[in-house]
């Protein structure tokens, strides 16, 4: 059994390098950190993320770069050392055509796709976090020559950061993030680009619906030109599904009776909606939203959790919504159906204003 011994070699200190970093620091795994910026690179291991200064030979390299220079970087690193090679790119199949044109059929037996599917609107070092991985899917994605040991390895690595493996084709892959992570990102950012020009008196008006669809909007342009660009093929096919939807709706939204095309858009997101994993990669469970109105100052929320654990009721989701000019907020506590009667009792009874 192939073991994650270490020293590994982290290239590039962004979110996710200096994450990984940090995460194998808790086992003990020596980590040398390289970065085309020695400001990042001095800024994660000031935060425990490794070192720059250590001269080892690595058993693993991990290349968390910018998405255009993953294949380069990564036939690099095969060249300089007889490590095993991934990568974390949201992106695999451009990384490995490049790396192929760059290296050696025996150096490639070394290299393995990777793809942790965690991250956030934030970047840099000062974002990473040592349990960033901690419960997450981390996507391994071999290609037709590499090595069972390099495969093992990569998974190990996976784990020792805290996620779950899941093994796909590099083609698989990129066809499944373009459906769960890159065209929401563009569809969030569609729709963000509306309110742009939106009259103030618009924008007074929003709630919690419109900051849902619209948070990861607010992530790095340069990075996602890179990986949209770098998924283009996958892209395509499901940005021209989603234009013969609109197609649809346009035509009935111009019909005196257009409800009945209408529901069946409406009704098809539904049936989509239902099928994105639960907790802890679970199955969806539908559950009950418990609504409660809370005053906006401190403490409030802490009061109403420790009154929800005084119920029984194991809170599975939440989400807060604060109105513009509102001086409370409402609290949406998600439950299950055998769990609502309880929670509604005991929070009313001790003053909370709940809706059912």
């Known amino acids: 059994m192939t073991e994650l011994r270490g020293p ?23 980590v040398e950190l390289v970065d085309a910026d020695p400001d990042n690179a001095l800024m994660a291991e000031r935060i425990g ?25 990564v036939a690099e690193q095969l060249k300089q050392s007889d490590a095993i090679v991934t990568d974390a790119a949201s992106v695999k199949s451009k990384p490995l055509t490049e790396a192929r044109a760059l290296s050696s059929a025996e150096d490639l037996t070394r290299y393995v796709g990777s793809h942790p599917m ?31 040991e390099a495969v093992e390895l990569v998974r190990r690595l996976a784990e020792a950061a805290g996620a779950r493996t899941v093994e796909l084709s590099v083609e698989d892959h990129d066809l499944a993030v ?7 990102q563009l569809m969030s950012s569609l729709a963000a680009g509306t309110l742009v020009d939106a009259p103030a ?56 009776e257009a409800a009945d095309e209408v529901t069946a858009v409406l009704n098809r997101g539904v049936s989509g909606a239902v099928r994105v994993p639960g907790k802890h990669g679970a199955p969806h469970i539908e559950l ?13 929320l802490a009061r109403l959790f420790n009154d929800a654990a005084a119920s029984g009721a194991n809170v599975e ?24 009667d309880q929670l509604v009792r005991v929070l009313t009874e001790r003053g909370w204003a709940v809706h059912r």
Request: zero cysteines.
């Open 8 to 30: 590994v070699r982290i290239v590039g200190t962004g979110l996710i390098g200096t994450s990984i970093g940090l995460a194998l620091g808790r086992l003990g795994v020596v």
């Open 49 to 73: 993320a490794g070192s720059r200064l250590v001269q080892i030979e690595p058993q693993l390299v991990v290349v968390a770069v910018p998405p255009d220079h993953v294949g380069a970087v």
């Open 118 to 148: 965690a991250g956030s609107e934030r970047n840099g070092p000062l974002a990473g976090r040592a349990d960033l991985f901690d419960g997450a899917t981390w996507a391994v994605t071999p290609h037709e020559t590499s090595s069972t």
């Open 178 to 184: 373009a459906r769960v992570s890159h065209l929401p």
């Open 201 to 256: 008196a618009h924008l007074e008006l929003s709630g919690q619906g419109v900051r849902d669809v619209t948070r990861i909007a607010a992530s790095d342009p340069g990075l996602w030109t890179q990986i949209v660009s770098a998924n283009s093929p996958a892209l395509s096919g499901l940005l021209e599904g989603i234009r013969d939807e609109l197609d649809r709706l346009l035509i009935a939204l111009g019909k005196e």
């Open 288 to 300: 009950v939203p418990v609504l409660v109105t809370i005053p906006d100052r401190p403490g409030q």
């Open 317 to 340: 989701d939440l989400r807060i919504d604060h109105s513009p000019g509102r001086p409370v907020g409402e609290v949406e506590l998600d439950v299950k159906p055998d769990s609502v």
